[in-house]
């Protein structure tokens, strides 16, 4: 028997809280899991039906074991949903402890609390704001002493010969950053790994990704996103920023630093996750922000990506934080250029027949779009069935930087695309190589630069600085590159590279207009259609339409694009989903992570909340027995994180009733303090349990391992009426999958009973049970669960 698990995931390194249902690897296999409907145990408690899952643990034969030293292949199997993911509780939980904090609080202080919100966005927008500043100057300096070297170094060996030095030069140098930045991503934190964008997408629609906001991510983060764009890859800084945004809005919004065991004793009464979540999309909207010069963008990326919740104040401190970030980044990068920032706006016009041209540029977007998705999608399949292993993440790191740079060094070296350095000349790292006197060689603008001012170059230089073949393989190689790229073990983001691609082509599209009709003066503007290039195929890989076209407009500064730009970004849109669903969907699939979306399928209304719940519920009595709670929390083959209170009625006889719902981390916080009937009475107990004592606990309750619980404590009681969600949210068995899919998705709810007529619980339903389901090509598709 030989165990071939291997965490694969997301959370590729156990948590340290040490429960099963974040520390488990992600595997998919193959098996039909259902939820078993018996009741296992009599009287008064009710266990749920044990979970038949995919087994994660395969016997090989004797001639797979001698094979045992050869590259080991992980099953992978996209029909699964992954238990090992736990839902955010966007609810308050209303018990009695929660009321009468609530009541006991005056006017004033509910608006002090609305005053320390604003105070929290704002911090989160500074701090957004210096991180990317940060960011931004650290690459700047960085990549500039590279380039110079390099650019030095190709100078002597042009005029003397050996070129092939310089190559291993620009070839070393890229390898030695981008495996430093692989290696702190593989081997400290690989939740760090790519943008960190469709992590974010799923915590702000409510699922628990472990360590995604924790300090190391965010340290590991940052440095390694450095890393990877000197290091000359195809990336770009854009996602991970906000991603750090995120990071930073959880941990500013706490008060408190868990990793560092801080307590500024702040905050405190942020400490739930209902709270921590609007901070989160602050946050995100303050990386958007900082990242793009786009505070709007921002607001509506929070918005359109994920935010279950949204309301006015909601949208005004979001719109708070991206506006300070942004102030914030150009103030600092204004002291250090030495003057204010007066970036180059576009200022081309463009005519209304015009219009269906940009329309088919959408089109040539969506399809290289689903290409590129499609593509990486199957690169990444590869990467979870092989490149498992943090030396083999490393080392394919390193080997894409070595590729990327030598064929950089190739393209350049047979360019003969000479253009005239005029005084006014914007490259910053011009190469003159073969060119005569007083010229440079125009492929070495795209590639020998860092990715943001090859975007820029392509954007606002002169017509006739690029010729076609330039263009076209730059744009050929470029995606491919790109598309190798992402999904790598290091910090970077997608969002450039699109721009640079699409930028490419684009301009290339204007250049073969103007030389195809006769009055070529009217299509004199090729940067135009690099801007329209650059929305297309990005709007083609990542799928987002409002956020990016504010996004796109408010990064050019040229409104009167506004237009166009929106229906480029519906037809890449369009055309895109015909083939493929967007990369951060796809990745976010890859995953197995129970994603909701802001519907149920279309064709789920024939289904009940009967045929979707999890039953029979694990239920408690309102005054449980110690032991009892000890032995359901303790059940790893279930590992349910809430359970529904019951009562029985008076005679004994009756059947038990819904009276509320408590959670796992409640249960746990009651064992720890021993908060027992007898101990109350006797008056052993120091004092009353407040509210302050799960807010402590949040967000990294201890397993029920580490609760020691004597042989005479299990035999005592535990009251549970103060503590539990005395109103619960509940829905009849015959309720509709898209009205049930509705109140859990708009509410951010984590649990759902389903009563009966009388209000005897009859099952539970949660996040996977809603995300079981989902249009397939075949119609209504319900997937597996997997125990991983």
């Not at 003397?160 to 030069?169: F, K, P, R």
């Not at 200022?347 to 329309?359: A, H, M, Q, S």
């Not at 303090?673 to 101990?679: A, D, G, R, S």
Request: hydrophobic share 45%.
């Amino acid at each position: 028997m030989a165990n071939i698990t291997k965490k694969v995931s997301w959370s590729s390194r156990a948590d340290e809280s040490g429960g099963t249902g974040e520390g488990t690897p992600l595997l998919n296999g193959s098996g039909q899991p259902r939820l078993s409907r018996q009741l296992s145990g009599g009287g008064s408690v009710f266990q749920i039906g044990r979970l038949s899952t995919v087994d994660l643990e395969e016997e090989m034969s004797s001639e797979e074991d001698s094979l045992r030293g050869r590259l080991k292949e992980i099953p992978h199997n996209e029909k699964l949903l992954s238990l090992k993911f736990e839902s955010l509780d966007y609810d308050n939980i209303e018990n009695q402890l929660f009321l009468e904090e609530e009541r006991r609080m005056s006017y004033m202080g509910f608006r002090c609390l609305e005053i320390s919100r604003w105070v929290v966005c704002g911090l989160i927008g500074f701090l957004t704001g210096l991180i990317a500043c940060f960011i931004d100057i650290a690459v700047e300096e960085i990549a500039g002493i590279k380039y110079r070297v390099v650019k030095e170094n190709i100078e002597k060996f042009t005029e003397v010969g050996g070129l092939s030095i310089s190559l291993i030069l620009w070839v070393v140098l890229n390898s030695v950053f981008v495996m430093v930045g692989a290696i702190i991503v593989a081997c400290i934190e690989p939740i760090a790994a790519g943008s960190g964008i469709p992590q974010i997408k799923c915590y702000l629609n409510g699922v628990k990704i472990p360590r995604v906001v924790r300090l190391k991510t965010l340290v590991v983060k940052v440095f390694g996103v450095i890393c990877s764009v000197v290091g000359g890859l195809a990336v770009g800084k854009e996602g991970p920023m906000i991603h750090s945004g995120a990071v930073v809005a959880a941990g500013v919004s706490q008060g408190r630093s868990t990793s560092l065991k801080k307590d500024l004793k702040m905050f405190e009464y942020f400490r739930r996750d209902t709270e921590k979540r609007d901070f989160v999309s602050a946050g995100a909207a303050a990386g958007v922000s900082a990242a793009f010069g786009a505070p709007v963008g921002g607001v509506l990326f929070s918005l359109e990506e994920g935010a279950s919740f949204w309301n006015q104040m909601l949208t005004w401190r979001i719109f708070f934080a991206s506006m300070i970030s942004t102030f914030t980044l150009n103030f600092f990068l204004s002291i250090y250029h030495k003057k204010p920032g007066d970036d180059v706006r576009n200022t081309v016009d463009y005519n209304l027949y015009e219009i269906p041209l940009f329309i088919i540029m959408g089109a040539i977007g969506g399809l290289l779009g689903a290409l590129f998705n499609k593509l990486n999608y199957w690169l990444t399949i590869f990467r979870i069935r092989y490149v498992h292993r943090p030396c083999l993440q490393v080392i394919e790191a390193v080997l894409v930087a070595a590729v990327t740079a030598t064929v950089s060094f190739t393209m350049i070296y047979f360019s003969n695309d000479c253009q005239p350095l005029g005084p006014d000349h914007t490259e910053e790292y011009p190469l003159q190589l073969f060119c005569a006197d007083g010229e440079y060689n125009s492929m070495a603008t795209t590639f020998f630069n860092t990715p943001e001012r090859s975007v820029r170059s392509l954007f606002h230089n002169q017509p006739g600085t690029y010729n076609p073949l330039t263009l076209g393989l730059f744009t050929l190689t470029y995606f491919f590159l790109a598309c190798w790229t992402y999904g790598l073990a290091v910090s970077a983001g997608v969002f450039i590279p699109s721009l640079l691609i699409g930028a490419a082509w684009g301009r290339l599209f204007g250049i073969l207009l103007a030389s195809i009709t006769s009055t070529g003066s009217i299509w004199a503007g090729p940067g135009k259609y690099a801007l329209i290039g650059a929305a297309a195929q990005l709007g083609g890989i990542v799928r987002m339409t409002l956020s990016l076209t504010v996004i796109m407009v408010e990064a050019t500064g040229n409104v009167t694009f506004g237009l166009p730009i929106m229906l480029v970004l519906m037809t890449a849109k369009i055309v895109g989903d015909y083939f493929v669903e967007g990369l951060y969907d796809i990745h976010i699939k890859l995953q197995s992570v129970p994603f909701l979306h802001w519907d149920a399928p279309a064709t789920s209304h024939w289904l009940t909340a009967r045929e979707v719940m999890s039953s029979p519920v694990t239920c408690l009595n309102r005054i449980e027995k110690v032991g009892t709670i000890v032995d359901v929390l303790s059940n790893t083959s279930t590992n349910h994180n809430g359970f529904a209170v019951v009562t029985q009625g008076a005679g004994g006889d009756e059947p038990a009733k819904l009276c509320g719902l408590i959670l796992r981390s409640q249960l746990i916080v009651l064992l720890k303090h021993k908060v027992f009937v007898e101990l109350a009475r006797s008056r052993l107990t120091l004092r009353k349990l407040q509210l302050k004592d799960f807010r402590d606990a949040y967000p990294r309750f201890p397993p029920i391992q580490s609760i020691h619980v004597s042989q005479d404590e299990r035999e005592c009681m535990m009251d549970l009426n103060e503590f539990m969600n005395a109103t619960p949210y509940t829905v009849p068995q015959d309720t509709s999958l898209p009205r049930v899919f509705k109140l859990f998705r708009a509410l951010g709810l984590r649990h759902l009973v389903v009563v009966d007529d009388e209000n005897r619980v009859v099952g539970l339903v949660t996040r996977k049970d809603l995300a079981r389901y989902h249009l397939g090509k075949h119609g209504l598709e319900e997937l597996q669960l997997a125990q991983t």
